[in-house]
Structure formats: structure tokens, C-alpha cells
């Protein structure tokens, strides 16, 4: 089994219900969840111009290959909502692959690691409080080094 960091992210309707939600309809024979970060809010980095996000990171293991979970994620958020329609824009449910064990991943549909996880507080904060030592696989910084580069974003922990 690979053990996996994913993103989730909400910042329409019941914001925390879509994130318990997504945890699970993630669980099944082949992705055990195997611990969740807090939960933390977070101004919008992009489109600013939308509510707030809810944050957290959950490690997984799985024995599904990275396009295989893309595929699994992209339906889960699909059936909790998820209408593409502005880039950027406000979701009821974002789930992004962060890490994938220790892969580099290159596709025109999945790269991993997430190519803008070191610029992103939202992201940094609750995986430090999962794995501060863990370290990027192209860039060697620990996820507690990239997070103090981050300081200047707002991003608050609620639970």
C-alpha cells in the first residue's frame, strides 16, 4: 500500500458535512483513511472575490494507482456537487493528490507532487500537524521548512 497525503477543501454549502462527507466516500477496500488534520479555514488564494475555505489534509493508504484514485476523487466530488464552471472559482468539494508516497508524476492529467503545494498555507498548515518531517521529493525542504515561507497567508485552525 502507498500511503498518500490529499488535500480537501470546501467553501460552499455545509462546508464541514461535504468534507466528512468526502472522508467517507474515500474509505473502501482499497483507501483506508489513516489520519486527518484538523480542520482550518483560509481565505481564498486565487479568485478572492468567494467565501472563505475549510482545509484539511488526510493520509491515506492505498493500493490504487495514482490515475485510478484521480479517477475515484473526481467522482466523489462530482456526487457531493462540484460544478466546474468559473476556474478557481467556489466549490462545494476540491480534493487535490499532494503526495504520492515518494512519486514524481507527470501527466497531462495528475501531477504529483502538487506543483503549488510549497506557495500554499492551507495546504502546509495541516500536513505539518500530520507530518512536519516529510520531505518534498524534488525539492528536499520538510513540509515544516516550506510551511515558514507561507507566514504571510491567512489561515486559521477552527477544530
Known amino acids: 500500500m502507498k500511503k498518500v497525503y490529499l488535500s480537501l477543501g470546501s467553501n460552499l454549502g455545509d462546508r464541514e458535512t461535504n468534507l466528512r462527507r468526502a472522508l467517507e466516500l474515500l474509505a473502501s477496500p482499497e483507501v483506508r483513511v489513516t489520519r486527518v488534520s484538523s480542520t482550518y479555514e483560509s481565505e481564498p488564494r486565487d479568485l ?8 484539511i ?19 466523489i466530488e462530482k456526487e457531493l456537487g462540484r460544478q466546474r464552471v468559473v476556474d478557481k472559482g467556489p466549490r462545494t468539494l476540491d480534493i487535490d493528490i499532494v503526495l504520492f508516497g515518494n512519486s ?12 503549488r503545494m510549497q506557495d500554499r498555507r492551507f495546504v502546509l498548515e495541516p500536513l505539518a500537524e500530520l507530518a512536519p518531517e516529510l520531505c518534498h521529493p524534488l525539492t528536499r525542504r520538510t513540509i515544516r521548512e516550506m510551511l ?5 497567508q491567512k489561515v486559521s485552525r477552527i477544530t
Open 48 to 55: 478572492r472575490n468567494q467565501p472563505w475555505f475549510l482545509n
Open 148 to 152: 515558514a515561507a507561507t507566514a504571510s
Open 104 to 115: 514524481v508524476i507527470e501527466t497531462p492529467r495528475l501531477h504529483v507532487p502538487h506543483p
Open 57 to 75: 489534509i488526510a493520509e491515506i493508504e492505498t493500493t490504487l494507482f495514482p490515475l485510478q484514485l484521480l479517477g475515484r476523487i473526481q467522482k
